[in-house]
């Protein structure tokens, strides 16, 4: 193949791949990929202070909505480094969507046994 035909393939596919990703991959994992914790201890720690999938969900989409230290579950340390995260600009639909996924990743009840 022509090294033209092979980088338009190329950017092709990975356009294709960014815009199939769904909300979860797209919004939450590239920007947490630069963070030292990861998006399955954030989860933990949700999961600890929320208890279960309908609080979880809703403590996550209120500090998406509305981000500020006193509601943050991370750390003090975390946040004094790292800071608050910046408002969303996110739909409501993006959120459930991206939040929903996120669950059903790192979800722990089905894997246990």
Not at 20 to 43: N, W
Request: aromatic share 10%; charged share 30%; net charge positive.
């Amino acid at each position: 193949m022509k090294p033209i035909l092979v980088a338009v393939l190329l950017i092709s596919g990975l356009s294709t791949h960014l815009s199939s990703a769904d909300a979860y991959e797209r919004h939450c994992v590239e920007c947490h990929k630069e963070l030292p914790t990861s998006l399955q201890r954030m989860f933990m720690r949700y999961l600890l202070v929320y208890g279960g999938e309908e609080n979880v969900k809703a403590g996550l989409k209120h500090y998406l909505k509305y981000p500020i230290k006193e509601i943050s579950v991370m750390s003090d340390l975390f946040t004094d480094n790292y800071g608050i995260k910046k408002k969303t600009t996110l739909s409501d639909r993006q959120i459930d969507e991206a939040l929903e996924r996120y669950w059903e990743r790192f979800k722990v009840l089905d894997k246990l046994k």
